[in-house]
């Protein structure tokens, strides 16, 4: 006896383990491959608008995010299964879009530090000797030496370092 094909369940969670491809009409992939060459077309006419340079980056990240979503749907056959894989699937792009954000505000400021060290070299001999204020270094103030016969330390200031002696 043969049942209908709304009876099967095509292997999404039956007991018995057996799994049935999902066999779509023709015109689906015909309408998939129809949508995914307008988006595409959609992109490359983007591309020759001038959106500024944030803007053309987030209309090429909308229409990939799309046409990633279209093939996913319909050739992984997400837009039939579980809905706990969409879950899965969302998640990740999320998480996708997250780490291009964190990396995006990475990519604003580099080239920063190049423009500062270059007023302001490192001397290599000491390069600790400059005092850090800022984002410029300030080279310590150099103290005159004490007269042989100066007073003590001031109070509450430390007293100067022994220097070793040489054998």
């Not at 090429?60 to 996913?72: E, P």
């Amino acid at each position: 006896m043969s049942t209908s094909h709304a009876e099967h369940d095509h292997g999404h969670g039956s007991g018995n383990g057996d799994h049935v491809p999902h066999v779509l009409p023709f015109k689906v992939y015909i309408g998939t491959f129809s949508t995914l060459l307008f988006l595409t077309v959609v992109t490359v006419g983007a591309s020759y608008v001038d959106l500024g340079h944030m803007g053309n980056l987030i209309v090429a990240l909308l229409i990939a995010t799309i046409k990633a979503s279209v093939v996913a749907l319909i050739f992984m056959h997400l837009k039939w299964d579980h809905k706990f894989h969409a879950i899965i699937f969302v998640s990740a792009l999320i998480f996708l879009a997250v780490f291009i954000g964190i990396t995006m505000s990475d990519t604003q400021f580099r080239g920063e530090a190049e423009a500062i060290e270059g007023k302001n070299p490192v001397d290599l001999k000491d390069p600790f000797k400059g005092e850090r204020t800022g984002d410029i270094a300030v080279p310590k103030a150099v103290a005159a030496p004490a007269a042989a016969g100066s007073a003590a330390p001031a109070a509450g200031s430390a007293a100067p370092a022994a220097t070793p002696a040489k054998h």
